[in-house]
């Protein structure tokens, strides 16, 4: 599917999944303090590539991405968005999710079989894409932007472990859901990724 094959349906979809992923992603703006914060957005993110599709899904996030780097407050830590965003050390997480919306769109193509093992694998697929964008985006903008001298395991203290046991319970609710709504929606755009 082009850009220009997309329907007045899809971009609904497209901009109601941009427009979840900015619900959950201030719903957690408060409760801050670390730096890579706590939040629902990748259960948003796996549901957009689950029922979306892979491109779909992925543009969804993009779009959610471009309007915080437009400088909507959309994203859950300060400046909570502009292009300076990018100097962030959660920015890489952000583009990981588009890659974790495609990554598991492209799992599930096809879904409307899909068993239980093929929903859990891309689930897992797109966590996996998430960390492994956004936690080489964290060591560089620590140890080569902020000047602070951060190693690996000092990353995955600070970006994974306090983060991925709830990250896997998110893909195992997105897989539900997707398995559960999945099978009785059409693919939007009537295509498969």
Known sequence: MTLSKITPRD???????AALATAAALLFRFFGGMI???SLVPFVVLLAGGLLGAKLGALSM???????LLGIPVFEKAPFGGPAYVFSPTFGFLLGFIAAAYVTGLVLQ????AGPVRISLAMLAGVAVIYAVGLPYLYMILNFYLGKSVDVPGVLMIGFVPFIGFDLLKALAAGALVRAVGARLPRAGGQQA
């Open 11 to 17: 971009m609904v979809l497209v901009a109601l999944f």
């Open 36 to 38: 890579v914060p706590f």
């Open 62 to 68: 993009a779009v959610y991405v471009l309007m915080g």
């Open 110 to 113: 096809g879904r409307e079989d």
